[in-house]
């Protein structure tokens, strides 16, 4: 692979709180080249925007960070909030759920963007309004000359959203992350927002980190995955391995969970005993152990490494469980039949 | 008024004709037109057979959950006829209607805000049965068990309250309480959108169960098309305070016939990433219209790649093209979308 424009090694993040040590992230280590688009998929609480936020150095102060994370080569752990706010915006832009997080109410929608486009270059107050109409286009606004004078109380939930992304791309970075970008939306117009999204990579040529629960959406947008769980990366394939071969059974678990609008089928859901560990003092063992239908004693005993499993077309497809080999030929979900009476007494006594 | 999709040869146990609920919104800015209608439900028909569940899609404020709240008369219907067994709901005085809700009940979304914190998760259950009249020391603790042991919940955990338990456990409770009555008719809303994958999956499951088991209709709203097709006996489409289309679900997911019904299973992803790559997808232009001054004619022209002049001058009435599938387009046209 080329020079990666994100090189994550062995990232830890940790909150003490009231409980103990809270280990939100722990060991994550991945790279993305140029234009490559990371799923990053797991249950609430998994750690999902605890990594995202890790990226651009938005971790509140009270987060213990340790390993590095690398954008375009300059590193960000530990780097002063100053020199933080440059690379924001240049290097890393970052789209929340909640467009409203980065739009101000009190400023129209082209004093913002033009603002976004001025603040990375020397660009004339003409030249950046121009840039700023093409931008609005770009990003599926209609009518972008009038969206300038508008304030973004006048425009919907998925038109801030593309406002967002236009300032996103404004500066050409090198990286964007968006965490549940369309999770509030309605699906027409999550389909509007990810074109959009689409349009910005391909103009930017930035890598997307896309944090999201909705495994529908990474299908359609992902080269590759990350599945979390307690902090931890379970599952790291290309999307069709992690889809059609999944090697980790918390993986076979919520591909089996999720119903499809494409075909009929009688067939039960899979459920997944129990409910996700707290993340609290990790007691050893493999963190899924006690809602796996394949777990043994090696299991609760020793935490699996995330190794590689073979693959038909060479490509790298990492698990984190000790029968990777064996799980990766099962069909999918295959092992959660059945499972549901442990689910009862699993559930109950979860609490 | 339209033939909608009526089957004659069952009889429904919940039939709704012409239902429309308006609501009068008051505006909070001073010399502002007083008051401002929304449009919320216009003139929906349908029918809920015994232990069938009808599925009710669309985006947010198309009307799902006014119209589930309509059945119960939670929001008030301004006009048109909902009959449970027969008899009409609309008009009656609260107690003739406390009567009927026995048999009429519903689960929400959200199953944090829809449990008292102060009761117990046994007095939350109970309640009903309290409201009704029919608690008695002797049967009622039984009665409590036997609904949490139907939700998967040990009877055991009766004394606890909702904060201990997740958001899964909490629905399951919220559906030992709508149980606990034996309705013949659960109006679901939502009740699985706020729960994660895993456990959604579990919930899904158990209400297929209990339909099996107890021969429950249920009226299913939800905005996720997946999980509607994979719960559903019929499906009903609806934008904008109306129904825009309404058939048996593989009828209706293999061949939709109205644009909308087509734009929003063609949006809907995929969690396939092969077929994702082989489709094509229909962008809607646009955002949805304000129900308070809705489109004239069909609401959906404003959006619709379809839209010729009658569209704008007509509204087309829901008509049954065949096999109980019933469209709301004067052009219609079946097209294979996933
Ligand atoms: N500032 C903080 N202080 C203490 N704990 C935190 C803080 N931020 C996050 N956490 C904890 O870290 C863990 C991971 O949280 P994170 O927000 O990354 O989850 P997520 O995967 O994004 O979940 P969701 O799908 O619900 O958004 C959780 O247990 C959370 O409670
Ligand atoms: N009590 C009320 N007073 C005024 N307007 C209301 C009231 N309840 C609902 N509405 C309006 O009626 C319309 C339909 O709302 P409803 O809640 O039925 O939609 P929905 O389809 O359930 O949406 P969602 O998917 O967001 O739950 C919306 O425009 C809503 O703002
Ligand atoms: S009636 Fe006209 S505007 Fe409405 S859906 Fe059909 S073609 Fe489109
Ligand atoms: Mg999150
Ligand atoms: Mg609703």
Redesign the pocket.
Known sequence: MAQPVVSVKGLEVSFATEGGMLNAVRGLTFELAEQEVLGIVGESGSGKSVTALALIGLLPKTAVVKGSVEIDGEEIVGRAEKDMYKMRGSKIAMIFQDPMTSLNPVYTIGWQIIEAVRSHGKVSKDEAKVRAIELLRLSGIPRPEAALDSYPHEFSGGMRQRVVIAIAMANSPRVMLADEPTTALDVTVQAQVLLSLQSALEKTKAALVLVTHDLGVVAGMANRVIVMYAGRVVEFANVDELFYRPSMPYTHGLLGAIPSHAEDSDERLSQIPGAPPTMLNHAGGCPFAPRCPLAQDVCRSTEPALEPVATADGSVHLSACHFRDEVSSMPVASMFKGAEQILEGAEDSGH | MATDSTDTTRSPVLSVRDLVVH?Q?KSSLPFAKPTSV?H?VCGSSFDLFPGETLGLV?E???????TGRAMLQLAEPTSGSIKFDGQELVGLSRKEMGEIRQNLQIVFQDPFGSLDPKMTVGQSIAEPLAIHGRWTDEEGPGLVAEAMRHVGLDPKFASRFPNEFSGGQRQRIGIARALILNPKVLILD?PVSALDVSVQAGVINLLADLQEKFGIAYLMIA?DLSVVRHVSDRVAVMYLGRIVEIADKVDLYSAPQHPYTQALLSAAPLADPKAERQRKRIILEGDVPS?TNPPSGCRFRTRCPKAQDICANEIPDLIDRGQNHAVACHFPEAMKII
């Open positions: 609501f919104k929304v919320a669309g947010s404020g198309c009307g799902k959950t006014t939502e905005h129900p």
